[in-house]
T-cell receptor, first 114, second 119 residues
Framework: LAKTTQPISMDSYEGQEVNITCSHNNIATNDYITWYQQFPSQGPRFIIQGYKTKVTNEVASLFIPADRKSSTLSLPRVSLSDTAVYYCLVGDAMNSGGYQKVTFGTGTKLQVIP | EPEVTQTPSHQVTQMGQEVILRCVPISNHLYFYWYRQILGQKVEFLVSFYNNEISEKSEIFDDQFSVERPDGSNFTLKIRSTKLEDSAMYFC?????????????????FGAGSRLTVL
């Protein structure tokens, strides 16, 4: 399972776009990249998942370069309610013994400032 | 939106006591998981369960732990003899099988968690 590295924390003002980059240099061919969000005292919540290029949904965008050794979660126009910890997970999402069995890592603690 | 339900939300127990944490996964999901998060630390995988048997487990999931799907809807985690270090938030999650290729492959839906405090 690929190891991931993310910044420990980030601050952003309300209304700004936030980009959180995750490094995963030893990503394998079958690995997907999945991002979760966690608020204090709550379970993680799925945000977005991708394999290559760009994925966009109603919440975020995920940019994955051609070499797939990193990925960037982009949150457009953040609000105070986006203050949370964001986790990047990499692994074989097609196999229940894949990324699902990883420990989440420390994640990136995003603090949105008024 | 379908959700994973966990009970109790908070349980306080004495060291050495048995604890059962309960989860109701999303009804059409086939894979079930338990994770734990010690206060201020990482979310750690404990076990995954499919087709009425454990499919993966971590080194944390030792003989003190067991899982069961007793009635086709509930998914339980039992800790036989609790230790102080078992104090943590325990999260249940479930996922459905997704055919390849799929943008939602095995996405986990987590419950709100059960906070276990061992005294």
């Amino acid at each position: 399972l690929a190891k991931t590295t993310q910044p420990i924390s980030m601050d952003s003002y309300e209304g700004q776009e936030v980009n959180i980059t995750c490094s995963h240099n030893n990503i394998a061919t079958n690995d997907y990249i999945t991002w979760y969000q966690q608020f204090p005292s709550q379970g993680p919540r799925f945000i977005i998942q991708g394999y290559k290029t760009k994925v966009t949904n109603e919440v975020a965008s995920l940019f994955i370069p051609a070499d797939r050794k990193s990925s960037t979660l982009s949150l457009p126009r953040v609000s105070l309610s986006d203050t949370a910890v964001y986790y990047c997970l990499v692994g074989d999402a097609m196999n229940s013994g894949g990324y699902q069995k990883v420990t989440f890592g420390t994640g990136t603690k995003l603090q949105v400032i008024p | 939106e379908p959700e994973v339900t966990q009970t109790p939300s908070h349980q306080v127990t004495q060291m050495g006591q048995e604890v059962i944490l309960r989860c109701v996964p999303i009804s059409n999901h086939l894979y079930f998981y338990w994770y734990r998060q010690i206060l201020g630390q990482k979310v750690e995988f404990l076990v995954s369960f499919y087709n009425n048997e454990i499919s993966e487990k971590s080194e944390i999931f030792d003989d003190q732990f067991s899982v069961e799907r007793p009635d086709g809807s509930n998914f339980t985690l039992k800790i036989r003899s609790t230790k102080l270090e078992d104090s943590a938030m325990y999260f249940c999650a479930s996922s459905e099988w997704a055919e390849f290729p799929s943008s939602g492959a095995n996405v986990l839906t987590f419950g709100a968690g059960s906070r276990l405090t061992v005294l």
